[in-house]
Structures are given as C-alpha cells and as structure tokens.
C-alpha cells in the first residue's frame, strides 16, 4: 500500500490530518499545510457577535455540560473549566452547571441519558464504537459545518464525527499513543530509550532487576491496554493495520497473522513483568501515580496527558524529567520508526433535544473559537488540539511538548482508530473486557481473538 506523507512544516504550521482509518477507505491521511491565522480572527468575532445576541435578550439561560474530565484543576478539565468560566463571565445571564465522571462512567451513564435525556452539552468520541449507535438514536444535534470553516480544523480531523455528510460533533484532540518515561531515573542507571520492541524488552528486564516497576500500565479500565494492543499491531502491519482491522470486523474473522503475532507480543510483554503486579486490575489515576511518584520507570498513555510537565502536584524532579517516545519497532514488523499510532479523539456535541439548543450551540462555537480550546490547551501542555496550534507556539514549550512536536512532525503515517473503537458497540465491550484475561494468561490468543471476532456478528 503506498504511504502517504502525514505530517511536515510543524515547525511553521503544524497541520495534521489524522481520518478515521478504520471506518474509512483510507489507512493513512494526508497533510493540510495552511496555517489560516487570518481565519482565526474572523472565527472570534463571529462568536463574539452570537453571544452578544444571547446577552442582549437578558433572558437567564442554564446549560448542563456533562465531561469526562472529572480534574478541573489540572489538563483538559482545567482548560475546558477556564472557557466555561470566561463564558459566564461574558454573557452574565447563562449558567453553566457541570457534571463531570471518569471516563468509564462517564460512558456508563452517557447510555442513561441518551435513554431518558441527554444534557445540553456532552463530551463524545468520534470513533464508531461510540458514535455510530449515538447518532443512529438521533440523540445528537446536527451542526452547521460551513460555521467552522474559519476555526483552523486539522483536514479530515471532522470526518470521524460526521453520518451522510452531516456533522454532529467537534473535535478537540490529535491524540498520540506515547511511552512516557523519567529521564533522570534513566540516566542515573544508564538505561536508553529503546529502538526496538526487543530493545524495550531487555530495558524493562534491567529495570525490574532493578526494583522498579518497568511500565504503569492501566489494564483495569481495558480500553488503554487496547491501545497498546493497536500500538503493536501498527508496529507489526505497518499501513495495513487499518485494512486488516476493518477486514476483521467486517467478518467477525480476526484470525490475520498479523493480529495473532501482536496479540502473542502482548501477552509475552505480560508474562516477561513489563508492567506492575496487578496492573490488570488497576485504574487511571493509581497507574499514572506509580508513575509520577516515582515507583515506574515508565508510563504507557495518550498525548493528552502531557501536562504532566505543567502539573504543580507532581514533584519537581520528576515533573521537569518527563519525556516521551514512540512504539519501537518490531523486528520483522512492516513500520518503521515514524509510522505512529495516532487519531482524532474526543470532543463535543449538542443534545439534539435540548430546552436551550441555539444558546448550547453558541457554547460550543465559542469553545472551539481558535484562541480558547487550542490556545488554552496548548499554554497548560495537554498535547495537540484537532485545530491549528501555530500562533501559540512561543519557544518556550516543555521538553516533553517539544518531543511531541516532533514525533508528528516526522511522522510518515498515523493509524487511525484505535482497534477497541473500530467496530459496534459488543465488540468495544468484549475487546476491552477480554484484554485482560489474555495478557494475563487466563485465557489463550486463539480463544480471545474468536470472543472478539463473535462480538462483531
């Protein structure tokens, strides 16, 4: 399959484009090289005329925003809080009331609500595990795409939050798969970040003898072992990692060489103590804290969690000494260093019932307006946004949003959708509750890769 080049000139404008590849025709996405500074303006005030409209009818308005972003006070709560904020503040007769869940919950109780009623505003994942049944129920409100033509979207970054040409949601994030690791604890004991998957192997052996926890993995949640799962499945497929994925859902046939070798990795990578005891029990905030204590060497998770190098919570001495890498490559895999596992993650939507549809519409456009989620993102290091990020680069960036910079700048191509969202809703469950058995042993590759494939019939 012939590669498409993904991501140049980060430098000067760094524009992205990562299409959802599991649900589309294409496996890798090309690169938007306009930086649109002049558009960024026109955006502003086009949204600071709309809510100049909901000031001047003084009529009080409450909107009910539900997130997955339960941490107001440090990452993407903190920057979806301060716009909430300014909001407020610009347009004194509108009250936001936020209820904000972990992921998992949040997830739990989106399925109640789109029951019995969804909130005005809520947090989505354009993906189609997620979405395709969402907007099948209709609970969504259809947004106007010609609105944000001047918001510096990443190409093709809206694609995965659209049904029959309509647009249903925004997103918010370019989402990297990273190993993160503590490179003060590297150098004291000499260690290098690995090129190779047999590289890291051996790295996590001489840390373990050492008696620190190799990588803080959190199997208990299921979905961010599914991401490590797809991390060497790219590594092992290369570009064809999206076809073959598709294929396997298509079929309920998930029998690919590929997928058996990259399932067998993990559970070896398992078995050989790459990750803590217990990990496959163990959730979010107690994986990163082995981490940002000190207690893992290394951390496996998403770019959005970047602002570890800005979270004043977390020690100095390992707060300044964050770094990140890649998946290394795989002996015999078709990837090379550069081929990443990356997408467009989640975002916002409107309910399409809601009592305040055009002033929770008016939200969200002002959310997405270039100089708040993007710059305010940027500014607290919560990794790269779905819109153009140029005018907010200042030279002084963290090292670690450095590196990430340039991993997307060289990257030659990006996966997609993660595996776990690739395919219906029972398959996302089954995948994401199965995971854990396999890499633990209980339960054989052959008999995991036939409970996911039942899972998409």
């Known amino acids: 399959m012939k590669k498409k080049i993904i991501a140049s000139l ?111 505003v809520v947090s989505i994942w354009g993906q189609p595990a997620f979405l395709d049944e969402v907007l099948d129920a209709g609970v969504l409100a259809e947004l106007n795409e010609a609105d944000y033509a001047d918001y510096g979207f990443i190409a093709g970054s809206l694609e995965g939050f659209k049904k029959d040409g309509k647009l249903y949601g925004l997103p918010r994030n370019t989402d990297i798969m ?35 926890t190799p990588i803080a993995m959190d199997g208990g949640d299921g979905w961010p072992m599914a991401c490590f799962l797809t ?43 790459m990750f803590q005891v217990g990990y496959d029990s163990q959730d979010y905030g107690t994986t990163m804290n082995l981490f940002t204590n000190g207690q893992a060497a290394m951390y496996c998770m998403g770019s959005w969690d970047c602002s570890m190098a800005l979270n004043e919570d977390i020690a100095p001495e390992i707060r300044d000494n964050i770094r990140a890498f890649t ?36 939200f969200l456009n002002y959310m997405y307006q270039p100089d708040k989620l993007s710059k305010y993102g940027w500014e607290n290091g919560v990794g790269m946004s779905a819109q153009d990020q140029t005018a907010y680069l200042t030279g002084n960036e963290t090292e670690l949003q450095k590196q990430v910079m340039d991993i997307l700048k060289n990257a030659t191509s990006v996966s997609g959708t993660p595996i776990n969202d690739c395919g219906p809703s029972a398959f996302k469950t089954a995948i994401e509750s199965e995971i854990q058995g396999v890499s633990n042993g209980s339960t054989s590759v052959d008999d995991f890769l036939a409970a996911i494939g039942a899972a998409c019939e």
Request: proline share 3%; glycine share 8%.
């Open 10 to 120: 980060l430098t000067a404008a760094m524009a992205v484009s990562l299409l959802a590849g599991c649900s589309k025709s294409n496996s890798s996405t090309e690169v938007s090289n306009d930086a649109q500074n002049t558009a960024q303006e026109s955006a502003a005030e086009g949204d600071e005329a709309a809510s100049e409209t909901a000031v001047a009818s003084g009529e009080a308005v409450t909107i009910k925003l539900f997130s997955n972003l339960p941490d107001r006070k440090n990452g993407q709560g903190l920057v979806e809080q301060m716009i909430i904020d300014e909001y407020m503040a610009e347009n004194p007769n509108v009250t936001i009331e936020v209820e904000a869940l972990d992921e998992e919950a949040y997830k739990t109780k989106f399925k109640a609500y789109a029951m019995d009623g969804m909130p005005d």
């Open 178 to 212: 990273l190993i993160y690791y503590n490179q003060k604890m590297f150098d004291d004991n000499g260690w290098k970040v690995p090129a190779t998957y047999d590289e890291l192997m051996s790295l996590c052996a001489d840390i373990k003898a050492a008696g620190i």
């Open 327 to 362: 998946m290394p490559v795989v002996d015999g895999g078709k990837a090379g260093t550069n081929d990443i596992a990356a997408w467009n993650g989640g975002g916002y939507a409107v309910s399409a019932d809601s009592a305040v549809k055009e002033e929770a519409i008016r």
């Open 231 to 273: 991390d060497i499945l790219v590594r092992v497929a290369g570009t064809d990692y999206a076809e073959i994925v598709r294929n396997a859902v298509a079929t309920g046939n998930f029998s690919a060489p590929e997928m058996q070798e990259a399932t067998q990795i993990l559970v070896d990578s398992a078995a050989a103590g």
